[in-house]
């Protein structure tokens, strides 16, 4: 069956009440009210007179030009190679890309159409109204993030083929003996590894060993409901525990990378033991945190299993497996050395170089075949990653990153304009755009936005920054929000029936809370708890 594709589809009557209400893939309702809201967007309302200041503001703060350029419409005008193009034009531009960024998210998040479709769409759109020259559409599809989630779930697959993912399993979770030690045990651990090993390679390490605790769960005899949130407590549970990590060191990935950059730009570098003394300690808070979430959210639903014996799980699986030799010797060596290139040579590789190193070595030494790779990679979701960066470099260029980033700061109320508020504002505003963009682009795009506030406001430049990074950690109600996320929705698949295990709307009704909690944990805990007892060095 095809993935997204409900096994009902089809039955219901035409024009009926079910079938305008529709199955996953196929919403006719929800479709014609996103159409109806696009168009209302881009022919209907009027381009904001914020649009056009920006457009033709020199040098505004956060904005990304074309070389030699210094306003977004000269920079847009080099970019796509026109002799004229006027202040409004270029505002209905942006005006536009604000239209499809939020009509996409919208049908990925509801899964109006298939994801592949939407996926699809993105290019369309781009294409149809000139957002981007042509060469520049495919060049944004193509970013070393998509390579790298590709190769993730190629290798994830290849360790599941290999059966070195039930050797993997014992180790990590040999000891946990139930659902609650799973929540209250493992999700504080995998947060602090989080914080300082890649969490992407975690998490799709992780899920193949998962699928082996929800089938046995169906073994036990779990019912459709108990399964579904068994599958829910087991997938979401690692991404939000992932996602957390985030904030621990700036070990963690990109968004991290860029505040580094950011806080050397305006004089006040960080070293790698400060930000973990700001960052490391609010961790296993909201580890606790997420083990309570998942556990009463979703655990609870499971009925008789909460009583999952997760460890004899994982010691079964290995039951009579002897040593390791043979392609499973072979795949854990090529894992080892993918770790190992993750490491130390994704600066000169990419991350997605690393990774399609060991993926050719997997196929060129037939640990997996061709075939297997189509069977068993969700190809839409790696898509579903494309189409987001293709949505970040339109949003860039357009300068709607921008203006949806002044927009939310904007917005809030008074008391965010000074001292701590301005910490917090820059935390929730950072939290809000990157379930909707990918975690880098968010902090990317914020970053320059806050900064100057910190000055303006009277509070420390680094609080500003941190709470921003920190910020985009929190991407646990959306699919696009993280890499942790599109892994996890990918690999959550029935083994046997090919059935998907999780939907779109499942990040958003277990997530969206969670962003939440996290989120005020954070102020509370970190920017009015330990960090008013930390040192924070003189700005001169």
Known sequence: MEHGVSATEGEHKLFSREWWIGDAGHKPLIILGLLAFFLSIVYVVPVPQSMVNLAQEQNATGAKYSSGTTNYVDSYKKLMKKKELTAEKMAWQMKLCVAVLFTIALLWGTEAISLGATNVLVGVLLYLYCLLPIGDISKAYMKDAVFFIAGVLILAAAVGVTRLDRRIGFILLGKIKSLKGFCFLFFPALAMLSSFLSE?????????????????????GLNKKQLHALACALFLGICFAGNIGGSGS??????????VGYFSEYGLPISFGQWMMYGLPIVPILAMACGLWVYFSMVVKTGPGQQLNIGEVMRKNVEGMGPLRGKELLMAVLFAAQIFLWMFASDTLGLGGATFVVVFLILFLRLMTWEQVQKRVRFDVVGLYAGACAMGVALKYTGAGVWVAREFVGLLPDYFSSGMGIVMAASMVTTIITNFMSDGAAVGAIGPVVLPMAAMGGVHLWKVGLACSFGSSYAHAMIVGTVNNAIAYGMAVHPETGKQLLTPLDFLKYGLPFVVISVVLLWVGAFYGYWQLLPWPAIK
């Open 200 to 220: 992407h390679a975690l998490i799709a390490l992780l899920c193949p060993i998962l699928v082996l605790v929800y089938m046995a769960g169906e073994q036990a």
């Open 250 to 259: 700036p070990a963690v990935g990109g968004r991290a990378a860029i505040m």
